[in-house]
Nanobody, 126 residues
């Protein structure tokens, strides 16, 4: 069983920054592909970013490329999302997810992730 707990959300003005954290349980965190997703009210869950076991492989949604950075610290069982130049359309609940299959693929498909956190709210005011 893997537990994921997000933190770092909040209210920020457009153009501002936030850093989200996700703390994970599990002895083999370094073998999990980790992703960030977001869900705005009335919208479907949307892929944001994914990172490989080592952290050397990353992939972003076009909507956040160049503004968001995903990273991880395997010694701390944590993954992070640095969000800069925030826009009102970034407003959503942000969730981290773990793919514990042991595979190498960096996927944007939510169904490939088998554990999810509860999410942290990010609100960007105009």
């Amino acid at each position: 069983q893997v537990q994921l707990v997000e933190s770092g959300g909040g209210l920020v003005q457009a153009g501002g920054s936030l850093r989200l954290s996700c703390a994970a349980s599990g002895r083999t965190f370094s073998r999990y592909v980790m992703g960030w997703f977001r869900q705005a009210p009335g919208k479907e869950r949307e892929f944001v970013a994914v990172i490989s076991w080592s952290g050397r492989g990353v992939y972003y949604a076009d909507s956040v490329k160049g503004r968001f950075t995903i990273s991880r610290d395997n010694a701390k069982n944590s993954v992070y999302l640095q969000m800069n130049s925030l826009k009102p359309e970034d407003t959503a609940v942000y969730l981290c997810a773990a793919d514990t299959s042991g595979g190498y693929a960096l996927t944007s498909a939510a169904e490939r992730y088998d554990y999810w956190g509860q999410g942290t709210q990010v609100t960007v005011s105009a």
